[in-house]
Structure formats: C-alpha cells, structure tokens
C-alpha cells in the first residue's frame, strides 16, 4: 500500500489547511456531491492518485479532503460542532496511523466498523443527524453567535445586546442615531447595569417624566456619557440661580443638550441675557425657562440678531426688550427672514415701529401667511391698521386666526374666494 | 386618510400654484415631505422569533443545569424604530419650471406619472402667461426690484399705439414659427399640417409666442396676456422691456403669473393648504377623471361626425339617384 502511505503524507500536510468548520463543512459538500463517482474512482485508484497529485493543488486537495472526511463522516463529526478542530485532527491523525493497515476508522468516538470506502453515507448521516442525545449534552452545545464583526446598521445587534433593545423599548430612534457618526458604536459599547440605567435613574429624579426619555436620548445620546457628578452640579448651579425643580425637568426634556454643558457656560449665557437686554433676574428666568435652547447656542447669531433689529430695524432698547420678552424665538429667528418680514410690515403695509412692537407675534409668522392676509384685505379695502382710525384691524389677531376665523371675521368673506384670491398673486 | 398601500399606487399628474418668491425646488421638496408625513397606517405588528430562554430550575438545585423553554419573543430588529419609515423616499417630478420671482400653476407628477411629465415636456404644448407690466422704467432684470437703469415718460403712449407694437410682435413671432417648423412651406405637406393646426417649431427652438393681447391698460400700469413656447420667464420679462423700447420709452414687468400650462388650469391648481397627502391624492385621481372622460367624449363627437357625414353622403347618393332616374 504504498499509494496508501504517500496519500497518508499528503493527509498530514493537509491537515493544517483543514482548520476551520468550513473547510469540513465544504468537504462534506464535496464528497455528497462526488459520492457517485468516488466509489469507482476508488477502484482506479492507484494510477490515479499519483496523476492527481501532480495535477492541481485544488484537485489534489479535494482528493485528500475526502480521505479525511471519510474518516469524519463516521465519527458524525457533522453534528458535533466542528470547533472541536483538535477533535478532527486527533482523528486525522489516528486515522492515518491506521490507514497502512485497515482504512478503518478510530474507535474513539461510535461508529461503525465497516470500511469507509463502503460506508453508505445516507445511512451515516441519518444516524448521525436525529440520533438522540441527552439533555446535558444538547444544552452543552454552544452554537456560534451569528452576529457580523462589522455592520453598518444597529439592527443585527439589536436582538443581542441588552442596552439597544431597552433604549428601543423606551422609544429611542436607533435609525435616526446610527446615521450620526460613531454614535452607534459608542451605543453599544454601554453597558446598560452600570451606564445607562444611573443616568436614567438620575433623569427621574430631577423629575424628566418617563415618555420624553425617547426624546432625549433620541437628539442627544451624549447624556449616557456624562460623569454623574458633573450632571448633579449642574441641577444644583440651576437651582441656585433659583430655577424651581419642575422648571429644570422642562427645562431639560425640551433641550436635551442642556446638561451636557458645564457650570461655566451656563453661568456666562445667563449672565450674557441679563446684561445685554438689561432684564431683572425673574425676567432673565422666565425668558430662558421658555426658551431653554438659548442657554444651548452659540452667542454670536443671537448678538448679531440684536445688532439687526437696533440699526437695521430700528427698534428702541425698550421696545427690544419688550419684543423678546414676549417672542424668546426672535433671538435664534434667521436674519434675513427676519428683515423680509419687518420690509413688509414697514414699507408695504405702512405699520409703524410702536405697533410692531405691541404685537411682536407678527415676526414670527411666515411671510407668505402675512403677504396673502395683507392682500386680500387691500383688495377688499379693509387694509386699516391704525387703532385711531375705524374699521381698524389688529395684527395679532390678523396673523394669528386659521383661515376660516379670519375670513368670516375680519374679512368678512367666505373661505373659497380666498383661495380663488391666492391664485391670483 | 393614506395608507401605505395607496401611496404605493399613487401615480400620476397635478398641478400647484406655486408662490411668489419660493423656488421651485422647495415646493417640490415640501410635497414629497407631505406625501410621506401623510402616511399614517398603524405599524404592523412585530414578527415573533422562537428563542430558547434559560428557567431556573424549580427546586434551586446548585449545579443542576437550567431547563430551556421556547418562547416566541418579537424580533426587535424589525421594529420601525430600528429599521426606519417604510416609505423614505417617492418620487416627486416637476414639469416646466417657474423661478423665484414668478408664480402660477405648476405640474408635478408622482411614481410613474414622471413618464407621462417626460411626453408632456417633448410636446408641443403652450403655456399661458399674464404679465403685469409699468410704463417709466428701465432696469437691469428686466423686473420692478432690480437696479434702476434708465427713466422716461410714457404720457404719449396710447392703447391703439400699443396694438400696433404687439401685432408687429406677432407677426414676427408667427414667421418664426414657420421657420421652425422644419418643412418646407411650399409643399403639400406643409399646407395639411397648416389646415390641422399641427404646424409648429419641431424640438428645441428659440422661444415662441403664439398669442399676445394686451387686456388692461392704465398708464403707467398694463396687462399683458401671452401664449408660448418655449420660453422661460426672463424671455417674457425681455419682451416687456422690448416693448416698451418699441413705444420710444421704457418698460418693466411687475409680476410674471402662468394661468395655464397644456391642460392644467389654475382653477385645478392646489393652493398652499392644500398641499397635503389627500388633496394630492384626490386631485391626481380628478385628472385621470377628467382625462378619461374627454377622451369618451371626443371618441362620442368623432363618431357622430362620421355618421352625420355618412348619412349626408347617402343623402346626396340618392338624390343623385333619383336625379339620374328622372
């Protein structure tokens, strides 16, 4: 059997390439697919194999591939779980110490004794795959984690880790977070027990009710990061600028990204509103309890804003004061809309300064709603907007009523010649 | 209400007026945004997984091993918070576009309506504009808001003098036209397509006026109303300017408006309220009505022409008949 042995030698060799559950697993493959034409084969197969193992390496592997596997099928290897890569090793190597002699398979494991050229392999695989095995046995088999290495969406994870599908029970939108950069990642490299649930914990008690948890996490997921001391000093610094519990928790709900600034920032933003809109301290907290993304942005847009409604606007210190007392949204409003909008109040509909700034919802408003309105109005010749005069329209109400309320009351029209109206613009 | 189903059949043209002072883009930005807000089915529930939970054993024995149970749990992975809308994205086209400075009908198409946009765009359609112009002055854009480059009067402009200048424009317009048309107009051929009415410019041409009349006129304010083709709202605010250099004196246009374009009218147009996912839907299912029936009625009018033709063609036969007879 020298043919034997040098195919033995070849198996030794091969032995490292058989390394992983996939190599048995395509070898396995292979033999089912050349089981009919083996067994021939094998009767030629002295010439053969010396032909074959000049030719291809591939060839010649799967030629020694099935030699093993031969050996593998009957210890139905197949079913066991093929870490055990030791396991076929051992055999290989048993099996080709005993290879000169019988061809027979080791006796380690249950199988049976017939020569392996002659196995019928339906049978092999049937006693293999439904035999049953006792309990300890089956609850020992571990079956690899499924999960990919790297994956470019949270959803593979999500099943898995413990973190993800909590934040996904308390309404956070994965999807919207894991299109931010790194977020993902750093999602789940938390760990729920000793991350996220004191943060939560912490949220709770300052008084964030339990819904708006989503929300938060949702827009900032930094809050999950922060140092709980850190997080603990700011409530306090709020609370003795004298911001009452309940308006801290609103506070926070509305603007998620509050908490993850430091004592310092919030004391200078404060400090920044009572100075320049020379507001008293109750004032300064009511405007940002209402507005509470003020202590969020940066400072030079809402500078830049004031600076456009004193020169460019014209407005009085007062009446500033007074319009973003009343409208906090005219500190982050955008510049030119803002100008847009006072242009057409001014010049087109002749609504002079002190009017504007008794009713400051009006810049608020979309520019096309106002342009529309002051239209048809002018169309129907009720444009009257000077409170000494008759048949005098406020703005407020003007900018603020739906549709319906404003054309059976102020314009005194149906709703259809309206629309008939826009589409004459 | 618009379920996912019905978005997912939703396909076909309508139109919207679009505003003054908004770009185009942003009012087809605005629809898309709608039509996938509107979508409010509720999510279906999660697909259930059969996992194997570990128990503890009843009776706490240390170093016994834990019994399995099968327990169909729900797959977080399909959870809409996890994987997303259904719908992110629907496929929103826009037929002849309008600028910032311009407003008026507007079409749009939705999912497979953007082939139909496509033969809408390659045929000869006209589009119909009113123009709100003033006498006195000249500026670099040719519109109200831009630099001001030249002033004048207009006191010796007169109605009969402004027909004069706008038929002149018609009829260098109309030989444009046939210069267009890509045929040659001593032929047999030109003459049929001249009878049907199908003579005109072939693909890509210059822009074309087919129709001009002036409808108010108030110096320094007048109306122009203007039927074209190809042409873009800067081209019509030149004309105006033109116009106005005709009449020795200068010419702006206030308002550039299309009332019309091919078979969208502005009393089908969607005002800004009714931009929402049902009014979409319901104007997109009034246009194929209405297509459908003035298709049975042009058929209906073609077949009752034909056999008025044939009975007079009896007619004559038989009277020819009874002449011959006789």
């Excluded at chain 1, 933003?269 to 100075?275: D, E, K, S, T």
């Excluded at chain 1, 057409?344 to 009006?362: C, D, E, G, R, S």
């Excluded at chain 2, 207009?154 to 038929?167: N, P, Q, W």
């Excluded at chain 2, 009449?247 to 309220?273: E, H, I, P």
Aim: with cysteine; charged share 25%.
């Amino acid at each position: 059997m020298a043919m034997a042995s040098a195919c033995g030698q070849l198996c030794m060799r091969c032995r490292g390439s058989l390394s992983s559950k996939t190599a048995v697993w395509r070898c396995y493959s292979h033999v089912r697919h050349l089981i009919p034409r083996t067994r021939q084969l094998l009767k030629s197969f002295d010439g053969l194999f010396i032909t074959k193992r000049l030719a291809s390496t591939q060839t010649g592997l799967s030629w020694k591939q099935q030699m093993c596997c031969y050996s593998d099928l009957a210890e139905k290897h197949l079913t066991a779980d093929a870490k055990d890569n030791k396991h076929t090793k051992e055999l290989t190597k048993t099996s080709i110490t005993q290879i000169t002699n019988t061809l027979m398979p080791s006796t380690d494991v249950l199988s049976m004794t017939e020569h392996p050229a002659f196995l019928d392999l339906d049978d092999a695989a049937e006693s293999s795959a439904l035999e049953e095995i006792c309990d300890e046995e089956a609850i020992s088999i571990s079956v690899p984690s499924s999960l990919p290495p790297t994956s470019t969406s949270l959803r593979d994870y999500v099943e898995k880790s413990e973190t993800l599908s909590k934040l996904v029970e308390l309404g956070v939108n994965l999807w919207k977070l894991e299109q931010r950069p790194n977020v993902g990642s750093m999602l789940l490299r938390l760990d729920f027990k000793t991350d996220v649930a004191p943060r939560l914990m912490f949220l709770k008690e300052i008084g964030v009710k339990d819904s708006c948890f989503g929300y938060i996490i949702t827009h900032n997921p930094f809050v999950l990061c922060e140092n709980i001391e850190n997080l603990q000093d700011r409530v306090t610094y709020l609370k003795s600028r004298k911001f009452s519990s309940e308006t801290v928790a609103s506070m926070v709900s509305r603007a998620p990204y509050l908490l993850n600034f430091n004592v310092k920032r919030l004391d200078n933003r404060l400090g920044f509103y009572q100075q320049q809109l020379q507001l008293s301290a109750s004032n300064t907290r009511n405007l940002v309890a209402r507005l509470p993304k003020l202590l969020c942005v940066s400072l030079e847009p809402v500078k830049e804003n004031l600076k456009v409604c004193e020169i460019e606007l014209g407005f009085k210190q007062n009446e500033i004061q007074h319009i973003v007392v009343a409208v906090p949204k005219v500190l982050t409003a955008n510049k030119r809309k803002l100008t847009q909008i006072f242009d057409f109040l001014h010049n087109t509909m002749k609504v002079p300064h002190y009017l504007i700034a008794k009713f400051p919802q009006v810049l608020n408003t979309k520019y096309l709603r106002v342009r529309e309105r002051h239209l048809f109005l002018e169309y129907l010749q009720k444009a009257q907007y000077d409170p000494t005069l008759p048949n005098y329209i406020s703005l407020d109400r003007m900018v603020s009523l739906p549709d319906e309320a404003f054309c059976t009351e102020l314009a005194l029209s149906t709703v259809e010649d309206f629309y008939l109206f826009q589409k004459t613009l | 209400m618009v379920t996912p189903l019905k978005l997912r059949r939703l396909h076909g043209l309508f139109c919207v007026y679009k505003p003054l002072g908004v770009h185009w883009k942003l009012v087809r930005d605005t629809i898309e945004t709608n039509l996938l807000k509107g979508n409010v089915a509720p999510p279906p529930a999660l697909p259930h997984k059969v996992r194997f939970l570990a128990e503890p054993s009843p009776t706490g024995e240390a170093g016994a091993a834990a019994s399995l149970s099968a327990a169909p749990v729900p797959a977080l992975s399909h959870h809409p918070l996890v994987t997303g809308p259904e719908f992110q994205h629907i496929r929103v086209g826009v037929g002849h576009r309008l600028d910032a400075a311009s407003s008026g009908v507007l079409v749009l198409a939705v999912g497979n309506g953007n082939k139909a946009l496509d033969d809408l765009y390659k045929t000869r359609v006209t589009r119909d504009y009113m123009l709100e112009c003033e006498f006195g002055m000249a500026t670099k854009d040719f519109s109200h808001t831009g630099r001001v480059v030249e002033k004048s009067t207009y006191g010796h402009i007169t109605l009969d003098k402004l027909e004069r200048v706008l038929a002149m424009l018609e009829g260098a317009n109309q030989k444009a036209t046939r210069m267009f048309s890509n045929v040659d107009m001593s032929s047999q051929e030109a003459y049929e397509l001249a009878v049907q009415g199908l003579l005109g410019p072939d693909g890509k041409s210059a822009p074309i006026l087919t129709g001009l009349r002036c409808v108010h006129f108030q110096p320094p304010s007048f109306t122009l109303e203007v039927q074209c083709l190809n042409e873009t709202q800067k081209y019509l605010r030149k004309v105006v300017h033109e116009i106005g250099l005709e009449l020795r004196s200068t010419a702006v246009c206030k308002n550039v408006r299309r009332t019309r374009d091919g078979l969208f009218t502005s009393r089908q147009a969607l005002t800004r309220n009714q931009w929402s996912a049902a009014d979409v839907m319901q104007a997109v299912q009034q246009h194929r009505y209405t297509k459908k029936t003035e298709k049975t009625v042009r058929k209906r009018s073609e077949e009752s022409s034909a056999a008025t033709r044939q009975s007079k063609a009896d007619v004559m036969s038989s009277h020819r008949g009874k002449e011959h007879g006789s």
